[in-house]
């Protein structure tokens, strides 16, 4: 028996399917049925364009009326780039309304289910909820903080370590794996990495994907004292673009660094490291809404510190390296404790050819 919950979750498989392609908007699906039959799909390709519930309904047509609709986000009551999809629900005549979330956008906020039960249609909220929201938690974090959602992404063996003592840490994980790292690149607005990185990798923090020509995310580099070398790959701005994250005093040494097409943020350094704070307030006003961090150990421990971790996505090698200096994915100042550790709750393990991903969430309250 087909009930609300397997409708609602074909429209958030619908909705996941452009990850990454709608930034900054929300990953919208949406499903219509008349007598136990679908009438009508639709899901939010890219922001800009009609969103999902125009989709369903111009599909459904005539069929829309008295039927039901699936939305994985509450219909948008306000005029955007794009006209309220409330309205349009309400005037396709539709009986019923199933709506996975409330939409978290100051404007909308309920509005949107308000207008349709004005209107005399039964609607219902929550249905698959907590799927809704993971699928939206960087649209979410971005309504509630206006910063960028924050993704620490390392890969580690299974003692803990992501790299040898002298740095050497290519390949921790199999080919399946770092594959999947660069689908998950194609799906954030940017990435992040420190200036030891660049000095010791050189590298191009590009998508290479096998099957198609994938998105280069913005490139952050966080190099309070503007070491990162001209002719380092990341300023090569041809294919992808370059925010280097620095200290105003270094303001001197720009010129060289724009004729490359380079972009500088300079933000405040408060006990000798980058304002991190400041800096995402300020990517967000650049229009960045998610940002995967592949730093290294001390970039991790500043975002850790900091309290600015929204996801961590942890690659496990079956390999054990041993050694007391091998390198940690995150280092810093040491606690003294065991209960000063960040508690977090794992959501997700798979395994990734011979690899495992934990996807981990820190623990709220």
Partial sequence: ????QYYMQLALDLAA????????????GSVIVKDGAIVGTGLHRKAGEPHAEVHAVRMAG?????????????????????????????????????IAMEDPNPAVAGRGIQLLRDAGIEVEVGVLEIEARRLNERFIHNMITARPFVISKFAMTLDGKIAAYNGHSQWITGEEARADVHELRDQVDAILVGIGTVLTDNPSLTTRLPDRVGKNPIRIVLDRQLRTPLDATVCQTSTARTIIVTAEEQQHKAPAFEKLGVELLYVPVV????????MLDELYKRGITDILVEGGGEVNASFLRAGLIQKFLVYVAPKVLGGRNSITPFTGTDVETVEAAMLLDFAEVEKVGADLRITAYPKEG
């Avoid at 028996?1 to 609300?4: H, S, V």
């Avoid at 939305?71 to 005029?79: A, G, N």
């Avoid at 006990?271 to 400041?278: A, E, I, K, R």
């Fill in 1 to 4: 028996m087909k009930n609300d």
């Fill in 17 to 28: 399917s452009a990850t990454g392609k709608t930034n900054p908007n929300p990953l919208v």
């Fill in 62 to 98: 005539e069929h829309a009326k008295d039927a039901t609709i699936y939305v994985t986000l509450e219909p948008c009551s306000h005029f955007g780039k794009t006209p309220p999809c409330a309205n349009l629900v309400k005037e396709a005549g539709v009986k019923r309304v199933v």
């Fill in 271 to 278: 006990n000798d490291q980058l304002d991190l704070n400041t």
